[in-house]
């Protein structure tokens, strides 16, 4: 635990400025169909309120998006709190863009376009099928999964960048190049400088009590000694992003077709092809998380209670009746990862639940400006 200003990397204003246009922007995708602030919206705590985010073709925002078709990306989309700050440097649930041992791991697999892993991890969205890419037979080429693949995206983005009569000149301003000089890292590394400014940590009221003279409520405090104590939370939700970024294997109910289709995802497996990997996923931070339901990889847990009962009593938010053979052997594999995990074997009734959930109350906080989609 770190005071909040300790993660803060400075960002020049002129970047964060622009880099929220890009943000708001459809032109970041290639049809013009979704924005970044299509689903990293402020009322769902930067997430964007539902199980699977739901990408080109979507239309709304929350129950009504999931309602309103569109391409469902078979993963619940992460919140923006802290990324990018001193020592955030692992990247989505499966940790696909990874800094943490020094050298920069992604699926640019060594012709990574930046050293600053979160804006590797920006170009990331625009060139994915079905997330900002129509899913389409005019698209069939960009399906190859290629860096070749990829830059082909960015040149038609960047050159429609290029062309915007607000954006390009602030943009150009910002990095001290000509607006003939701009490359798609120069937008990349603006997206990444208005995540790191916006949803930078700011002092919760958790902060106030650890550092200063600020007060908890006896419910919180209680919450607290149990998720420092009893209930092994700080395990892995530690450290001045309440998550020690590493990869963990927690029983939760696969909603959707999962990453591996068939109602599957293996998570971390998906990166390192290492079977000790299997249906672990990173450590989520836990500032805001009494705003950013539903919880897991994904989404399939709505209330923060039945969250925290799926790290310590899994059998408690599964009906057997509804799973099939296949479904049942999936869940016994990730029961069986589960077992090496700290939270294992211990037991929360009611009332610690409900103290947890007092506690992390406390680890809540706006961001600096309010985002939406502007065209």
Not at 195 to 202: E, G, P, T, V, Y
Not at 232 to 257: E, I, K, W
Not at 268 to 284: A, E, G, I, L, S
Request: proline fraction near 5%; charged fraction near 25%.
């Amino acid at each position: 635990m770190v005071p909040a200003e300790a993660t803060h990397i400075d960002v020049s204003p002129e970047l964060a400025a622009v880099g929220r246009l890009l943000f708001q922007s459809k032109k970041m995708s290639l049809d013009r169909e979704t924005a970044c602030a299509t689903c990293h919206i402020d009322r769902f705590g930067s997430g964007d309120g539902i199980p699977n985010a739901i990408g080109t073709k979507g239309r709304g925002e929350g129950v009504e998006r999931l309602l309103g078709g569109g391409d469902i990306i078979p993963r619940n989309a992460l919140p923006f709190w802290g990324r990018g700050g001193k020592g955030f440097d692992v990247f989505f649930w499966d940790g696909k863009v990874d800094a943490s041992t020094g050298i920069l791991k992604s699926q640019f697999a060594g012709k990574e376009p930046s050293g600053d892993a979160l804006a590797v991890a920006v170009h990331l969205p625009p060139v994915e099928v079905g997330e900002m890419v129509t899913n389409s037979l005019e698209n069939d080429r960009l399906e190859a999964e290629t860096v070749e693949a990829a830059t082909k995206v960015y040149e038609e983005l960047l050159l429609r960048i290029q062309a915007d009569s607000e954006i390009a000149p602030k943009l150009a301003a910002a990095k001290g190049i000509s607006i003939a000089d701009l490359d798609f890292v120069d937008i990349a590394d603006a997206i990444a400088g208005f995540i790191r400014d916006n949803f930078a940590i700011q002092s919760t009221r958790f902060h106030e009590f650890v550092f200063s003279d600020g007060n908890l409520e006896p419910a919180e405090i209680t919450g607290g000694l149990i998720f420092y104590g009893k209930g092994r939370c700080a395990t892995c939700h530690n450290g001045a992003y309440f998550s020690d970024l590493q990869f963990h294997s927690v029983p939760f109910p696969q909603t959707g077709f999962g990453k591996n289709g068939f109602g599957v995802d293996y998570g971390r497996f998906n990166v390192t092809m290492d079977d000790r990997d299997r249906h672990r996923f990173r450590t989520p931070p836990l500032y805001n998380v009494v705003k950013t339901a539903p919880y897991s990889h994904s989404g399939s847990i709505v209330e923060l209670g039945n969250a925290i009962r799926a790290h310590t009593d899994p059998l408690s938010i599964y009906d057997p009746t509804l799973l099939s053979a296949v479904q049942r052997v999936e869940f016994y594999e990730r029961l069986k990862a589960w077992s090496d995990e700290p939270v294992y074997g211990v037991y929360l009734d009611d009332g610690e639940i409900s103290s947890l959930i007092s506690f992390l109350g406390t680890l809540s906080y706006e961001s600096k400006v309010r985002v939406e989609v502007t065209d």
